[in-house]
Structure formats: structure tokens, C-alpha cells
């Protein structure tokens, strides 16, 4: 075999299996990169979720989400794992819940007993939850933020209201 031949066959091996992107699911359209930042007054609202609500109900099931880090940063990614968004016009929900921690670690051990686990989830059932966006934010029909995904436009930035802490109803 001369070395031409073997370039060319090492080439072609080489591309093969670095394949040409990522493979998307039947139907699902092209993706873009695309990130947006969740501010409240200015200052970034880390661990967020981020859900885009497409305008467009054949596009329902290609909804992009994602959740923002410190800098209140989510890069969204469509149906789990495939990173980006495609093209379209989108309503944005936003929500943040959390629950107070737990004053004790989990029981855990062989010589736990079914009663020490059974006060760790008593205290669980009584910690507080709350949420840290308006109502409004977390409702695909009230929010106010959109966004128009575009293949030039790769960052957004959208303000999720004031900052807040309220304590979540408990249900019984």
C-alpha cells in the first residue's frame, strides 16, 4: 500500500470516529448554543430553573431548560443532554425552591434503628421550604419574560423581579 493510500485511510478512520456531532433524536431541529442569565434587580439568582416554553405547540416537545450556576448563568440544553436551543419564540419560567437544611446528618450504619430514622424524617416533615421568585416567574401563562432564540444572538440576560423568601404553604 503506498503512503498516500495509508493517509488517506488513517484519515478517513480517524474522522469516523470522532464522528460529526452529536446525533439528535427523529424530528428534534437543529440546536443552538445559547445561554441566559437570570438577574433579580441586577444581582444573578443562582440555582434556578430555567424552562422556555415554546410559542409554537408543534414545538412543545423540544423545549429547552436548564439551571443557573453562581453567576446565575444556565446553558440551555433541549430534552436532557443535547446542548442548546432551537430557533423559535419562547415564554421563560423561572423558579427557585429550597428546603432549610437538616440539623443532623441521615442515621446510617448497621446499627441504625427503624426508630432514629423515623425522628430524622419527622424533623424532615417539618423543615420549612421556600421560594426565592414571584409566583408570576414560575407560570408559563403569567410570566412576563420571553425570549426570541436566533442563530446569531447566543446570550440573554432577563431580570426574574425583586428578590424574595417566602415560606411555602405546607400541605397536609
Same mark, same amino acid.
Given at each position: 500500500?503506498? #503512503?498516500?493510500? !495509508?493517509?488517506? +485511510?488513517?484519515?478517513?478512520? !480517524?474522522?469516523?470516529?470522532?464522528?460529526?456531532?452529536e =446525533?439528535?433524536?427523529?424530528?428534534? %431541529?437543529?440546536? /443552538?448554543p445559547?445561554?441566559?442569565?437570570?438577574?433579580?434587580?441586577g444581582?444573578?439568582? *443562582?440555582? @434556578?430553573?430555567v424552562?422556555l416554553? %415554546?410559542?409554537?405547540?408543534a414545538?412543545?416537545?423540544?423545549g429547552?431548560?436548564?439551571r443557573?450556576?453562581?453567576s446565575?448563568? @444556565?446553558? +440551555? =440544553?433541549?430534552?436532557?443532554p443535547y446542548?442548546? *436551543?432551537?430557533?423559535?419564540?419562547?415564554?421563560?419560567?423561572v423558579?427557585?425552591?429550597?428546603?432549610?437544611?437538616?440539623p443532623?446528618p441521615? %442515621?446510617?450504619?448497621p446499627?441504625?434503628? #427503624?426508630e432514629?430514622?423515623?425522628r430524622?424524617m419527622d424533623?424532615? =416533615?417539618?423543615?420549612?421550604? /421556600?421560594?426565592?421568585v414571584?409566583?408570576q /416567574?414560575?407560570s *408559563?401563562?403569567?410570566t %412576563?419574560?420571553?425570549?426570541?432564540i436566533? *442563530?446569531?444572538?447566543k446570550t440573554?440576560?432577563?431580570?426574574a423581579?425583586?428578590?424574595?423568601?417566602?415560606?411555602?404553604?405546607?400541605? =397536609?
Amino acid at each position: 500500500m503506498n #503512503r498516500t493510500l !495509508l493517509s488517506v +485511510l488513517v484519515v478517513l478512520v !480517524l474522522v469516523s470516529m470522532t464522528g460529526c456531532g452529536e =446525533r439528535l433524536p427523529p424530528g428534534m %431541529p437543529k440546536l /443552538y448554543p445559547v445561554s441566559i442569565t437570570i438577574v433579580q434587580e441586577g444581582t444573578p439568582l *443562582a440555582g @434556578a430553573v430555567v424552562q422556555l416554553i %415554546p410559542e409554537d405547540p408543534a414545538k412543545i416537545q423540544w423545549g429547552p431548560g436548564g439551571r443557573t450556576d453562581e453567576s446565575g448563568v @444556565a446553558a +440551555l =440544553r433541549t430534552n436532557g443532554p443535547y446542548k442548546g *436551543a432551537p430557533l423559535g419564540k419562547y415564554k421563560v419560567v423561572v423558579t427557585k425552591s429550597e428546603v432549610e437544611p437538616h440539623p443532623n446528618p441521615v %442515621p446510617s450504619g448497621p446499627g441504625v434503628t #427503624r426508630e432514629q430514622l423515623a425522628r430524622h424524617m419527622d424533623i424532615m =416533615r417539618r423543615l420549612k421550604a /421556600y421560594n426565592y421568585v414571584e409566583t408570576q /416567574y414560575g407560570s *408559563a401563562t403569567d410570566t %412576563p419574560l420571553q425570549v426570541e432564540i436566533t *442563530a446569531k444572538v447566543k446570550t440573554y440576560t432577563l431580570d426574574a423581579g425583586k428578590p424574595i423568601k417566602k415560606e411555602v404553604p405546607r400541605v =397536609r
